[in-house]
């Protein structure tokens, strides 16, 4: 089975809180050297059939959907190979 | 005859007790709907209550707003039947995009339950008539994905056309743009909000106030007089 992946992240003009939080904690930890972190979620998808144009035609729109809201996010969709 | 406001139900949904009782109490007849049921038992307005359906999972609303009853009551809403949506109830109108705009987690990362005070800015929708523009009322706020946000666009055009519909007044709890703690659609039979009129109903719990039984007496006396 193929696996694809869709990567959703806030816009970048949308404001992330829990990014930024994680990023002032960095330092505390000693891991310095890191200036911004974004948050963001990673869907693996396990796909029944060929990954073929017509499959991935039908990913981004469940993307586009629901795994991601469009007004705050942009999505990525790749092939997992 | 009075008006039947049908009250939904989704699995994670806290507040529908509270909303019908809401209901109840201006004087109409809360009918509980079902989030599996398509049919809308011939309700004259829809209420969608606070809480955290589906856990909240992938987004706040996200996965309701797939429920078989939200389509009709997408359908019905833009027939111009009257919806209303508190808290979790915004969340999942911004997902159907009844509503522009999005809700984040607040800025500061925590729950928040306060009294909040508010002003009514547009009191010509369906959900407001029986509060006057610029009126202050203080009613409950309790959630951790109250942040609203629009693009720069959206919100201008909001503002130009009166459909912010209530101001966070004094602080803004949660880094909502231009304090927004409510929006109404430019028919003004769709309103979402955070903070919760349900519970602001009885002198004797909450606030001792009554701030938030306006909601339900204005659109009662809308479906009677209809």
Known sequence: MARVV???????????????????????????????????????????????????????????????????????????? | MTARIGVITFPGTLDDRDTQRAVRLAGAEAVPLWHKDKDLKQVDAV???????????????????????MDTVIEQAKAGMPVLGICNGFQVLTETHLLPGAMLRNNHLHFICR????????????????????????IPLKNIDGRYVADERTLDELEAEGRVAFRYLDVNPNGSLRDIAGITNAAGNVVGLMPHPE????????????DGLGFFTSILKKLVNA
């Open chain 1, 6 to 81: 869709v990567d959703v992240m806030l816009k970048p003009e949308i404001l992330d809180p829990q990014g930024q939080a994680v990023q002032r904690a960095l330092p505390r930890l000693g891991f310095e050297g890191i200036s911004d972190v974004r948050q963001g979620k990673r869907f693996e998808l396990e796909v029944e059939g060929p990954v073929d144009e017509p499959a991935l035609a039908r990913i981004r729109e469940m993307a586009e959907t629901f795994l991601a809201n469009t007004v705050i996010e942009d999505f990525v969709v790749r092939v997992d190979s």
């Open chain 2, 47 to 69: 209420v969608l209550p606070g809480g955290f359906s589906y856990g909240d999972y992938l987004r706040a609303g996200a996965i309701s707003r797939f429920s078989p009853v």
């Open chain 2, 115 to 138: 009294d909040q005070k508010l002003r009514v800015e547009n009191a010509g929708t369906a959900w407001t008539a029986d509060y006057t523009a610029g009126q202050e009322i203080n």
């Open chain 2, 199 to 210: 519970h602001a109903v009885e002198p004797l719990i909450g606030t001792g106030r009554t």
